[in-house]
């Protein structure tokens, strides 16, 4: 099964990137081009939205504008003083003067709103009848003193001094359509009273065409009430019944939806005052037609650029692997020589070729090479390491040579010698320690303390150490026996021939996220002490050794200052803050307790 399995995997190189290239490039392409048509088809389906919603926003300012200038043209009506006046008494002047200043207030009103696109008509009745119009009506006028009783009477009881009539009878001579959307008002005075009606009507179907001249021709327009009555609608519009009560059911101000049934984006905005709802469709043929002739272009140059890519790409494969095949040939022969042998290169061979039989024959001069390096480093190893050996012996010998003259001392009640000898002890075993190179400040401190047992019993009480350490500080990590050369340096210099008791104080406190260590002493300063006779010439040995264990252990982190004068010697140490809690036994949760740093 498995052989069988392998005969159809293909396993040369050429075969392989020519499959990587399938699987590497042209699938994520295509995943790729996918993802980027349906972004596509959002983006046009969203900008044809966006279009619609502007056309339709322009529609909505159309018709509101015209609307606004009707209650305009009623608000100029009540302000004219010499209207009012006419209006309230009309016996008091001749009719034909009366209707000829009266149309002249019209024909000034629409001249007022001359850059609109649809004209506005006026029909007033006066207190007593008389009927005045801006247009040519289509039957003689007439005395309407009943149907100003009604109009008085119907505006009288509703909530407001208007009423908008969206299908009144369209009595103008030469004007196309049957309707007109009319704002009915009474004509009121604060000291008159109640002088008139006036009808300001505006040609709804008029107005209804020259919207739609600007329109896209395959952009359906429709405007209905908000009971379900379809009051304007263009040819390539069929708005149905279930459409309309999904918008009225939305009681919405504008929206969109996209309607599966008549496959078209529907849009609409809602006017309150008519209590209508205007509609505009856009079928989604138009998006789809521009969408699959754009994919049918791009995936025929795709599958052109891909094949010829393929074409080339295996071209490119047979030639490259073809001068491999005969390196591979050549080096299973020198490994069957094993490390002797060197390829040899061809006049013809590519500069690749040549590379890498170049690198391939330097490869085994520097294997060779390597193993003899290796050999000597084993041979080196092992003899430092019996050399380590055999020094190990003579310190564990001193300890237990320490550790027995402690007994004999004890033994003989020689309390000094034996304490002596276990300060001694903790040093060496300190300093045989070699796989430990930071311990907590508290054992450092010990090990300092033990350090003083000893110069104390030399020195007869000629100096004394003040320790000043933070309790928080007790557990941050130091480098192993820091302290120690540097009171050293204190002892052996800073009081040599020294007058009266020599001082050094010891802190260790934290400074924000570092460790600040400091020894200082009251002695004669570094200055007075190079120039005293006798000194020894290992001084500086101990400091310049810290100095070379703080940049092994912190790099830049960790600095030791200076500061030096006749009356004594400051030594800083300046490391990183890092503290280790102990092991707890209480079992709060972990091994370790704590590890902060810059705490």
């Known amino acids: 099964m498995v052989q069988t399995r392998r005969k159809w995997l293909p396993n040369t190189l050429k075969h392989r990137l020519f499959i990587a290239y399938i699987t590497l490039l042209l699938l994520p392409l295509c995943v790729a081009i996918y993802y980027l048509f349906q972004h596509f088809e959002s983006s046009r389906q969203q900008d044809m939205i966006d279009r619609m919603s502007e056309r339709m926003q322009q529609v909505y300012i159309s018709l509101t504008d015209m609307m606004a200038f009707a209650y305009k043209a009623g608000t100029m009506l009540s302000q004219d003083q010499s209207l009012i006046q006419i209006m309230h008494s009309p016996d008091q002047y001749d009719p034909i003067e009366r209707k000829k200043i009266i149309e002249s207030k019209m024909f000034g009103i629409n001249n007022s709103f001359f850059f609109h696109q649809t004209e506005l008509y006026f029909r007033f009745i006066d207190r007593s009848g008389n009927v005045y119009t801006s247009y040519a009506p289509n039957d003689q006028l007439t005395n309407e ?101 999904r918008i009225i059911a939305a009681q919405s101000q504008n929206g969109y939806y996209k309607d599966e049934r008549a496959l078209a984006l529907v849009h609409y905005s809602y006017v309150e005052e008519l209590d209508w709802y205007v509609v505009s469709q856009m079928p989604l043929s138009e998006l789809q037609q521009e969408v699959q002739r754009l994919r049918l272009i791009i995936y025929l140059f795709l599958v052109i650029v891909v094949t010829v890519f393929m074409l080339v790409t295996f071209f490119l494969t047979s030639r490259m692997t073809q001068p491999l095949n005969v390196l591979k040939r050549s080096m299973e022969e020198a490994s069957d020589k094993k490390l002797n042998v060197k390829i040899s290169i061809n006049k013809g061979a590519t500069d690749e070729i040549r590379s890498l039989s170049e690198s391939f024959n330097r490869m085994i001069d520097d294997v060779v090479g390597l193993i003899a390096m290796l050999k000597q480093e084993e041979r080196q190893k092992q003899a430092v390491r019996f050399q380590m050996l055999l020094y190990q012996m003579n310190p564990h010998f001193l300890l237990n040579t320490l550790n027995t003259v402690k007994w004999i001392a004890r033994k003989e009640k020689q309390d000094a010698i034996a304490g002596i000898c276990t300060s001694l002890g903790l040093i060496l075993e300190a300093s045989l320690n070699s796989d430990i190179e930071l311990i907590p400040l508290k054992d450092e401190l010990q090990l300092l303390r033990s350090y003083e047992a000893i110069q104390a019993f030399r020195f007869r009480e000629q100096f004394t150490i003040h320790y000043d350490t933070e309790e928080k500080v007790q557990y941050a990590l130091v480098p ?57 010439t290992g001084h500086g040995i101990g400091l310049g050794n810290l100095k070379e264990r703080l940049q092994l252990l912190f790099k ?25 809690a102990p092991y707890s036994q209480k079992g709060d949760g972990g091994h370790v307790d704590d590890f902060i740093s810059g705490r």
């Open 145 to 245: 003193q009943q149907e100003l009783q009604h109009w008085q009477n119907e505006l009288k009881s509703g909530p407001r001094p208007y009423r908008w009539v969206e299908d009144d009878w369209n009595d103008v001579s030469g004007s196309q359509g049957n309707k007109l959307l009319s704002l009915y008002t009474m004509l009121d005075d604060e000291l008159r009273g109640s002088y008139g009606v006036a009808r300001i009507s505006i040609n709804i179907e008029e107005w209804f065409r020259n919207t739609l001249k600007d329109n896209p021709a395959n952009q359906g327009l429709t405007i209905f009430t908000g009971r379900g009555e379809t009051i304007l609608q263009n040819k390539e519009s069929s708005f149905s019944p279930e459409s309309m009560n």
């Open 556 to 580: 830049q982190e960790g600095v030791l200052e200076l500061i030096s004068d006749t009356n004594g010697t400051l030594v800083r140490i300046r490391l990183p803050l890092l503290i280790a």
């Open 480 to 536: 192993k026996l820091s302290l120690q050369p540097l009171v050293e340096n204190c002892i052996a210099h800073g009081f040599n021939m020294f007058e009266g008791r020599g001082t050094i104080w010891i802190r260790a406190r934290a400074e924000e996220s570092a460790l600040i260590l400091e020894v200082e002493d009251n002695g004669i300063g570094m200055e007075e002490a190079v120039r005293k006779p006798g000194r020894g």
